[in-house]
């Protein structure tokens, strides 16, 4: 965890309380979000989206989230991505809806360059401010649900 800058215990600590809070289960196959912790996401506005791999995003591995009513907060998806790499991801593609439009800010867009993209994200039932978190890895799925949580929580705060 250091690329997070957290140490092991430190992680562990945190990871127990989540789990004594029944926000997740660890096994040793890994850890789930429990039903409770998938209402405490939705409730902050968080939802999981199931995308096909897009090469409008970074890595081999992507995972991808809407925040919904977020995209106010969002200058330029900088910030996003500099969270997902320092959790150890390889990246972070920010979309956001502005004016009925599907921007990869400040101002690329996805409708045009990606409308295979844009369809998929659409059928989420993206609405006007929400946002599109992509996080990607090279190494693994876990590595890229890292990175877009990761970048979620830096936006959030």
Known sequence: ???????????????????????????PRGMIVTPLGCDLLRTLGFSLMEIDHTDSAIGTYQVALLLKGKAKM?????????????????????IILR????ILPPDWSIDEHSPELAA????HGMEEG????IGGSNT???????????AALELVG
Do not use: F, H, P, W
């Open 99 to 102: 004016d009925g439009e599907l």
């Open 1 to 27: 965890m250091d690329a997070a800058g957290l140490s092991e215990g430190y992680t562990r600590l945190i990871l127990g309380k989540l789990e004594g809070m029944g926000l997740i289960d660890i096994s």
């Open 120 to 123: 998929q994200i659409r059928a």
């Open 74 to 94: 969002i200058e330029k998806g900088v910030e996003q991505r500099d969270a997902a790499l320092k959790s150890g991801g390889d990246g972070c593609t920010t």
């Open 140 to 150: 693994g799925m876990r590595e890229a649900a890292v990175a877009a949580n990761s």
């Open 130 to 133: 929400d946002v599109v978190l």
